[in-house]
Structure formats: C-alpha cells, structure tokens
C-alpha cells in the first residue's frame, strides 16, 4: 500500500522549473509529506518534507492543497543532474516509529 | 561525517550461502532501518531498530534477521541465501520519534547490491 500517486515519468527542459505532481488522497491529519530522489542506483536523497504549509529550501518548494490531498514539488530551475527518479512518500506514525511508504516514483527526464 | 556508509557494495553469492551486511553511521542517530529495491519499484521495509539492542520486522522480514549490538551499526543477515533475494539492500538511519515529529528525515547509505545465483 503506497498511499501516493505519481506519474511513472516526466519530461523538463533544462533550466525551466520542473513540477512534479503528487496524490495522496488518504493522508491523515498527522502524516507528513516527504519527497526523495534517487539518482542511478545511488541510495535515495533527502529533498524536502512538510505537513500543511508550502515549504522552501535551497533545493527545491513544496506545495501542498489545503484539503492536503495533494502536493507538487518544485524544482526552480532544473539542471541535467536534477535527472533522477522522485518518490513522494507518506510518513505514517506509530506508538515510537514512523513508517515511510515509497511508491514507485516519477522519472524526471531534464534534456539540454 | 562519511554519514551511512553500507559494506560490501556488491557481493554475488550461491543459493544457501550465508552472509552479512554491514551498515554503520556516524551521526549519532538512534533509528535504523534495511530496505530491498528491486528493479522498477520503490523501497520496501525489511527490519529496522529503534535504538541499541533493539529490532522489529518490517514488510518483508522472512529469509533476513538483523542486529543492532552497538548504536552505530545494524547488521543484516541472510542465513540461507536464495534467488528471490536478488535486490539492491539500502540502510538508513534517522535521529527518532524522541527527536520530535519533524525530525524524522531518513539518511541513506550508497546500496549493496547482491546477487544469488
């Protein structure tokens, strides 16, 4: 059970912003959002995370509706290292352990 | 910091053969976890630790046991090899429900990839 949503692949040019869409329909009041990347084979990397409210940092934004169905992950201004495949993940607490759903991902293809 | 660093990064190996995997982190954190990846899917969750000492099953426990006898590292071990468990083995580690909600980012390691013959 993945509990998110997400094309199998998009296309971006170089340098334009890059969205990519996320659903998450089923998410309760106390899971965050989380998205990762995974570059090659390497181990997945750390983008961004949020709650309720849109968040930025030096990578990426995130943008999540206000019913929290949904969410788009911005890159700004994408580069051909931004290729990789994207997992938008629901983390889902527990007593003392939060599960991290991963579902199969968006290929981000960035072409010059 | 090296961060996660997982040991070997690829090991080929016969049906019924044993062996371990290594992951070791130096950001003092006190969750672990050992996820598979296999071609064309997201991960799955084999076993994790919530701290020293202590382990629990994820999704796909059976054919794998782990151990956690030191904070820094957690141990994953396969007793009896067999094909199914051809994948690519990624470790994390994050600080902990202790640490707060929000501080539950996972930090991953490079992968092992292992193949059963």
């Known amino acids: 059970d993945a509990k998110t949503t997400q094309p199998p692949s998009m296309d971006c040019a170089e340098g334009r912003a890059a969205n990519l869409p996320c659903n998450h329909s089923?998410?309760?009041?106390?899971?965050?959002v989380y998205w990762y990347r995974q570059i090659h084979s390497q181990g997945p990397q750390y983008i961004i995370h949020?709650?309720?409210n849109n968040e930025t940092n030096e990578m990426a934004s995130l943008i999540i509706t206000e019913d929290r169905k949904s969410s788009t992950l911005i890159l700004p201004h994408a580069t051909l290292r931004d290729t990789a495949v994207y997992y938008c993940?629901?983390?889902?607490?527990?007593?003392?352990?939060?599960?991290?759903?991963f579902g199969s991902g968006t290929k981000l293809n960035v072409k010059p | 910091n090296a961060g996660v660093t997982q040991t070997p990064k690829f090991r080929v190996l016969k049906t019924g053969q044993s062996m371990t995997l290594l992951c070791a982190q130096d950001?003092?954190?006190?969750?672990m976890y050992w996820y598979r990846q296999d071609p064309g899917m997201g991960l799955r969750l084999i076993h994790y630790?919530?701290?020293?000492?202590?382990?629990a099953k994820g999704e796909v426990p059976d054919g794998y046991n782990v151990s956690r006898l030191k904070k820094q590292n957690f141990l994953l071990g396969l007793e009896s090899a067999a094909p199914s468990q051809t994948s690519v083995y990624f470790c994390?580690?994050?600080?902990?429900?202790?640490?707060?909600?929000?501080?539950?980012?996972?930090?991953f390691g490079p992968g092992t990839r292992l193949l059963v013959l």
């Open positions: 994390a580690s994050s600080y902990g429900v202790a640490s707060g909600m929000d501080q539950e980012t996972q930090y």
């Open positions: 089923t998410i309760s009041g106390n899971e965050y």
């Open positions: 949020g709650l309720k």
């Open positions: 993940i629901v983390r889902v607490g527990g007593y003392n352990f939060n599960k991290f759903y």
């Open positions: 950001m003092n954190h006190e969750y």
């Open positions: 630790s919530v701290g020293e000492g202590t382990t």
